[in-house]
């Protein structure tokens, strides 16, 4: 802790009295001044004891009370006067001054030189300083051989709560709660969701943390409370908030620095390690689409304890056009790996560039708590839709990776964010009609009908509609149209000839009913 003017007026050597403010002597010194000007505010930086011998500041009751409000609302923590030069006694009206504002004003005799004071000061600031330095050394040998032990993680984040007298929680990336100390605290660590979550939205590390008293909370506690991501490529690992009593102490955050740089370390690993277990699952899903079951069972078995067993799905997810996807896939396959992480279910994932764009995929458990963490992250991310195949057998994969390639082009058709291959199929073909090519066709296709609409008596576009849906039947259509048989007959003639097509070819009559259909809403 620094000094403080309860610790300097007890310094018997110094010989200080107070005159006033002797309820705020708790106030911490940042440093000592010394100046006789008559307004030093400009530089000072707050926190200062401020020595004068008051040369320069009058003896009116209005300049000292003027003097005296200045100091205070620069932040200064006490004033010092010097007597036995210009002031044989501190003036009274500067000591009702000092009162009015509390601002601790200590009489230092003639015998007490300024430096004297300086010295004890600074003397107490180099004590807390290397009180600071030892203290932090100590702590991170403790916090480093707590993370080489077994269950790294969990040791650092109990000796971190230990050292700071109160209580520390381990978060995953997906803002899930992982390790909490002591346990009593697991209530109020769950209360930080959603400042969690705020921070999950920032890049890692982030530099911004909440600190103050914990929002959201409606019971009596007060804890002031510090949440800071962990990550060194801009997607948070996951992350770590500590509560304690009272605001933490400069050396306490140097504890809290070791804490977070040991626990990034923890949960980052070494890049090439990550990026080869990447690898390996990824050709480890590739193996599995292409039909190798039996030989990825093998392999997977040492590297990755198993693949998933039972009915799966595969997932694939993608963005539109122009939609800068890297960091959302990124973070979707984070998030399914810590899903299935948390309850031990297996999955595989893999990354891949493609003709229409980055694609992640994902062989993951029907219905299962990565499939339902996939699903949760697409809804988070604008721009990006996934695909989810039918469920099926894992050596039906590869059949199933195609049917999440369909769904997700559908997704991306319709800018929704995900789709089921069981929708693809039991859905219609119409809605797959609204892309700007098959628009385009549909338009000069019709162009010529609708000109002549424009133009002459007749409705030919709606004539052909009829016509069309009735399969043929002149007498239906006509009925439809409310006119005579012959002149639905002499319509389709025009249109014929207009289109220079003949409509007793089934191709054509495929082709203008799907024209009529996608310029429908």
Not at 41 to 60: A, D, S, W
Not at 438 to 459: I, K, M, N, S, Y
Request: hydrophobic share 45%; glycine share 10%; net charge negative.
């Amino acid at each position: 802790m620094p000094p403080t003017l309860a610790s300097v007026v007890r310094n018997t050597s110094l010989h200080l009295t107070v005159l006033a403010g002797a309820d705020h002597l708790e106030r911490p010194v940042r440093w000592v001044h010394t100046s006789e000007l008559d307004d030093p505010t400009p530089f000072l930086e707050g926190g200062e004891l401020l020595l004068t011998t008051g040369i320069k500041l009058g003896r009116t009751a209005a300049r000292l009370q003027a003097y005296v409000h200045r100091l205070a609302d620069a932040g200064v923590v006490g004033l010092g006067l010097g007597v036995g030069l210009s002031h044989t006694e501190v003036p009274q009206p500067l000591v009702d001054a000092a009162a009015q504002r509390g601002l601790p004003l200590l009489r230092v005799p003639e015998p007490t030189p300024f430096i004297a004071i300086s010295k004890v000061v600074s003397a107490a600031l180099a004590a807390e300083q290397y009180e600071a330095v030892t203290t932090s050394f100590e702590a991170q040998e403790e916090l480093t051989r707590a993370a080489l032990g077994k269950d790294g993680t969990t040791a650092v984040v109990r000796r971190l709560a230990a050292r700071l007298g109160g209580w520390a929680a381990l978060y995953d990336g997906s803002g899930a709660l992982s390790v909490v100390a002591p346990d009593w605290a697991a209530r109020r660590a769950g209360r930080l969701a959603a400042e969690v979550d705020r921070l999950r939205r920032r890049p890692a590390p982030s530099s911004a943390a909440l600190q103050g008293r914990a929002p959201g909370i409606d019971t009596a506690d007060e804890d002031y409370v510090v949440v800071q991501s962990l990550g060194a490529d801009r997607r948070a690992r996951g992350f770590l908030a500590v509560g304690t009593e009272d605001r933490i102490t400069p050396t306490e955050r140097y504890v809290l620095n070791a804490a977070v740089a040991l626990l990034t370390l923890t949960l980052e690993r070494s890049r090439e390690l990550r990026q080869a277990e990447e690898r390996m699952g990824a050709a480890l899903l590739r193996m599995v689409l292409a039909g190798e079951v039996a030989t990825a069972r093998l392999v997977a078995a040492g590297l990755f304890g198993g693949l998933p067993e039972g009915t799966v799905r595969v997932l694939v997810a993608g963005a539109g056009q122009g939609v800068d996807a890297g960091e959302s896939l990124g973070e979707l396959g984070d998030r399914a790996e810590q899903a299935g992480s948390r309850v031990g279910e297996k999955l595989l994932v893999a990354r891949e560039d493609g003709a229409h764009g980055p694609r992640l995929m994902v062989l993951a458990l029907d219905n299962g708590a990565v499939h339902r963490a996939c699903l949760g992250v697409v809804e988070e991310h604008e721009g990006l839709s996934l695909g989810v195949s039918a469920p099926a057998a894992l050596e039906d994969a590869g059949t199933a990776h195609a049917q999440a390639e369909r769904a997700l082009a559908v997704a991306l058709r319709g800018g929704r964010r995900s789709v089921d291959h069981e929708e693809v199929g039991a859905g219609s073909l119409l809605p797959l009609l609204g892309e700007d090519a098959v628009t385009a066709f549909a338009e000069g296709l019709l162009r010529p009908l609708r000109e002549h609409d424009r133009t002459a008596r007749g409705d030919l576009v709606a004539s052909l509609r009829a016509w069309l849906s009735r399969h043929g039947q002149w007498d239906a259509a006509a009925a439809d149209l409310g006119v005579h048989r012959h002149t639905l007959r002499y319509r389709m003639r025009r249109v014929e000839e207009l289109l220079g097509r003949s409509l007793d070819d089934t191709d054509v009559r495929m082709e203008l009913w799907l024209a009529l259909r996608s310029g429908e809403e």
